[in-house]
């Protein structure tokens, strides 16, 4: 990748699924979205962490 970029995800209580973004030093975004339940935000986690090392993120 080119850019110095941070990429996470969370798994909140109550099926609510946190995800941080942005450029590595700056204040990033936060985006949160509910699910009906833990194990379906668990399931979408995975499948956007699967995309995202297709496009070549790298876990840390």
């Not at 798994?11 to 194990?39: D, L, M, T, Y």
Request: proline residues 0%; positive net charge.
């Amino acid at each position: 990748m080119k850019a110095s970029k941070l990429w996470e995800i969370e798994i909140a209580g109550g099926g609510e699924q946190v995800v941080r973004f942005g450029r590595i030093g700056s204040n990033g975004q936060e985006k949160r979205k509910s699910f009906s339940s833990e194990e379906a935000a668990a399931r979408e986690a995975q499948r956007l962490i699967e995309e995202k090392a297709r496009k070549g993120y790298v876990e840390r």
